[in-house]
């Protein structure tokens, strides 16, 4: 009878520590391409779900028009994007890899509007267990 309170006591202690650890999974480890769709969709289509997660805390976002150059951080580029949520853009897009290594990559957005094409030149960084943008660099 002993025994046999033991191997129930213990078979209890297994469910436990496992619905216990089944709880306490981590988030899912953003890959690059992750990164890349949710900043797209935060660019052409407005959907600003996972942006906030995507960007590093020290991310720049450099727009060059002309000579001037304006830098934004993490704050203004999410302020910015508030403005627009769910704003479809009338353009047509296309990303082309730059260069990519197992540490991250940088990859060209090209925005085709009427009469115009926007250029965002995107860095994703591995950052601890996942992927950060860390700089944009807009060309109008």
């Known amino acids: 009878m002993k025994t046999l309170k033991s191997i129930v006591l213990g078979l209890a202690l297994l469910v436990v520590g496992t619905i216990a650890n089944a709880a306490n ?20 289509h407005g959907k600003l779900d996972g942006l906030d997660a995507v960007l590093d805390d020290n991310v720049k976002f450099v727009m060059q028009r002309g000579d001037n ?17 769910n704003m479809e853009q009338g353009c047509t897009y296309t990303t082309t890899v730059v260069k990519d290594t197992k540490d991250g990559m940088i990859v060209k957005l090209e925005m085709k509007y009427d009469g115009y094409v ?13 992927f950060k943008i860390t700089k944009v660099e807009n060309q109008a």
């Open 69 to 85: 150059e304006t830098i934004l951080n993490k704050k203004n580029i999410l302020e910015s994007f508030k403005a627009s949520e």
């Open 118 to 130: 926007r250029t965002n030149l995107i860095t994703i960084s591995s950052r601890r267990a996942d």
């Open 25 to 44: 999974k981590p988030a899912a480890v953003l890959t690059k391409n992750d990164v890349l769709n949710i900043y797209v969709n935060a660019v052409v």
